[in-house]
């Protein structure tokens, strides 16, 4: 079977889509030849852009995955040192700060069994309390939904080149879904929906977004507000939700003008495959991308259907306003606003020293078995 380096016909398309590639000043073949470095595959989003615009269809991305799937078994790279990141730690980041902001669902959480659930995700469970009741509230209303399901699906683990611990939450998921009976999970976010999608391929339960099921209708239509829309990395290929929301936006009257790259050769917010915690200025650099295409396009809103990437947006300084569909289309406060301001607070001062040294202390944590 011949390899990356030996089909890559170094054509260039892949660079000029991918900002970290042009920066490498290699192309994929002679990455893949030399054998790519540590913080190479560090600094890779892991967003597929240069899988889609591959005249060939190769994917660099899966090469940067293997690297770093290597690098962290080979200990080429303390991955602990991130271990405020691991979903699967009790003190990690998001959890703590849901409970510094009193943060909860009690109640909704993790109750009842069989039939329909929501599956938020990790970023808005916590970074949007009100817009995620509201959404399990409009659920339980059009679905019948059962319950809200507060767990992460896996896929930071995934990135972070941390298998056999993606593998134990997948085995935890399998296990609660059979547990509670749960035949259908309902999912707001991009990223978990295609994850789980891949968890639940052998088992009968239907994944599906909030996007095919939520009844969007209002009284009065929005005028005269144009939208330009950031798509989600995972979904580039299908474009699921890249569909589901234009058509939710325009029946409600927003209109849609499209960025310079949209849909499945959108370029990456900067969150994904976490690099705003190795490559932090490649982060800024492709966040200010994003947001000069959305001032091209001369749109009163920039809106993204994934929280992460528009937290990425709202954390940075710009003209055009920055929401997500949920609230536009549900008429909801936005009560993400200010996210990440709020976690540096948190981590600020004395007291914030005594809560980073909390979440990074050590503790019995899932291990790999050989």
């Known amino acids: 079977m011949e390899t990356l380096a030996e089909k890559c016909s170094e054509c260039g398309k892949c660079i000029a889509i991918c900002p970290f590639l042009a920066k490498t000043g290699k192309t994929p073949a002679v990455i893949a030849k030399q054998g790519a470095e540590v913080m190479e595959a560090f ?23 293997g690297r770093r ?13 991130y271990r405020y990141l691991f979903p699967d730690r009790p003190n990690n980041v998001m959890n703590m700060y849901r409970r510094f902001y009193g943060v909860h669902y009690d109640g909704i959480e993790n109750v009842g069994s069989a039939g329909t659930w929501f599956f938020p995700g990790c970023t808005l469970l916590t970074y949007s309390p009100n817009l995620t009741r509201e959404v399990y509230r409009r659920l339980q209303t059009d679905c019948n939904c059962q319950g809200m399901w507060t767990e992460c699906c896996g896929k930071p683990l995934v990135q972070l080149g941390i298998q056999h611990r993606a593998d134990a939450i997948e ?54 507000i144009k939208c330009t829309i950031h798509d989600a990395c995972p979904d580039r290929f299908e474009l699921k939700f890249a569909g589901q929301v234009r058509r939710a936006l325009e029946q409600n009257g927003f209109s849609i003008i499209e960025m310079q790259h949209s849909k499945g050769e959108a370029i990456c917010c900067g969150s994904g495959g976490q690099i705003s915690h190795f490559n932090p200025d490649l982060t800024e650099e492709l966040v200010q991308t994003r947001l000069k295409e ?71 944590c899932p291990k790999e078995t050989k």
């Not at 993400?336 to 914030?352: C, I, P």
């Open 43 to 65: 600094s890779c989003s892991l967003c597929g852009a240069c899988e889609a615009v591959c005249p060939l269809g190769l994917s660099p991305k899966n090469m940067f995955a």
């Open 69 to 81: 799937n290597a690098a962290v078994e080979n200990g080429e790279i303390d991955i602990d040192e």
């Open 171 to 224: 085995k935890r998921l399998k296990e609660f879904v059979e547990a509670h009976q749960i035949s259908r999970i309902i999912t707001a976010c991009p990223g978990c929906y295609y994850e789980l999608k891949n968890v639940f391929a052998s088992l009968a339960v239907r994944i599906q977004t909030v996007y095919e099921v939520l009844n969007f209708a209002v009284h009065k239509k929005s005028q005269n």
């Open 294 to 364: 959305a001032r091209q396009a001369d749109a009163d809103i920039l809106v993204g259907y994934c929280l992460s990437c528009v937290l990425k947006f709202d954390n940075a300084d710009s003209p055009v306003t920055v929401t997500h569909a949920l609230q536009l289309l549900l008429d909801q406060p936005k009560d993400f606003n200010g996210a990440k301001t709020r976690v540096a607070a948190m981590l600020n001062g004395a007291d914030g020293e005594k809560i980073w040294d909390k979440i990074m202390a050590e503790e019995s």
